[in-house]
């Protein structure tokens, strides 16, 4: 299993910034379900709800009916707020410590 990480909110945007960018839209996370790959802008796309970058995988947003842990090429329905927290990512801010996708490779495209 994956070490956990553990940022605090600075620590999180820093990386962020280093890998991807100033520009949140840019910025990239992957499912730890099913390890699609998406940016910010792709959730807004979507209509995803505010809170759901990097907590929930675009699949539960576009419909594509796969089930967590499937990892046949495409997004799952998976969410850290469901039955298991698969997620090693910790990032603590608005006064508590919380979940989130890890980033992508900051190499890495967009999978859509």
């Known amino acids: 299993m994956k070490v956990l990480t553990h940022y605090t909110h600075d620590e999180w945007k820093a990386e962020a910034i280093k890998r991807f960018g100033t520009s949140s839209a840019n910025w990239k996370f992957i499912c730890p379900s099913c390890g699609f790959i998406a940016a910010v802008k792709d959730w807004e796309e979507a209509k995803a709800p505010e809170g759901a970058n990097a907590y ?57």
């Open 56 to 112: 929930s995988c675009i699949g539960r947003y576009t419909g594509s009916g796969k089930e967590m842990g499937d990892t046949t090429g495409g997004p799952c329905n998976y969410t850290i707020g469901g039955l298991f927290n698969i997620s090693t990512v910790r990032v603590e801010f608005n006064g508590g410590t919380h979940s989130v996708f890890d980033f992508a490779p900051a190499e890495a495209g967009n999978q859509q």
